[in-house]
Nanobody, 124 residues
C-alpha cells in the first residue's frame, strides 16, 4: 500500500531552521507531484509548497516564499522541505502529500495520498 512518512519536525526558536523529509513507498514516485501542507490548531489545512514530478517546477504559498525550499530525490523516493527564518506563525503539523496530476496543486482535493504529519513548533 501507499505510505508517506514525514520526519524532521521539532521545536526551534524563531529565526531558526528545520528540514522536513518525506519518504514515499507504494507509488511510482517520479510520476507524482509532491506537496507539503500544514495545519495549525483551529485552522484549515493550507498549501505550503509543491514540486513537479521531475523537479523542474516548484510552487510556494506567499507566506513561505523565499524562506522555504522544496526539493526531491527521485532515486530515493524522498521529498524535502528546507525551512529557514522560521516564525511563530509557521507552527503547525506539516503533511506530505502526493498528487498524480498537477492541476490545482494548491488544493487539498488535488492530492491522492497523505502522510500522518510531523509537528513543527517555533517559539518566539
Amino acid at each position: 500500500q501507499v505510505q508517506l512518512v514525514e520526519s524532521g519536525g521539532g521545536l526551534v526558536q524563531a529565526g531558526g531552521s528545520l528540514r522536513l523529509s518525506c519518504a514515499a513507498s507504494g507509488i511510482t514516485f517520479s510520476n507524482y507531484f509532491m506537496g507539503w501542507f500544514r495545519q495549525a490548531p483551529g485552522k484549515e489545512r493550507e498549501f505550503v509548497a509543491t514540486i513537479s514530478p521531475l523537479g523542474s517546477s516548484t510552487y510556494y504559498s506567499n507566506s513561505v516564499k523565499v524562506r522555504f525550499t522544496i526539493s526531491r530525490d527521485n532515486a530515493k523516493n524522498t521529498v524535502s522541505l528546507q525551512m529557514n527564518n522560521l516564525k511563530p506563525e509557521d507552527t503547525a503539523v506539516y503533511y506530505c502529500a502526493a498528487a498524480r496530476s498537477g492541476g490545482n496543486y494548491y488544493a487539498k482535493r488535488a492530492y491522492d495520498y497523505w502522510g500522518q504529519g510531523t509537528q513543527v513548533t517555533v517559539s518566539s
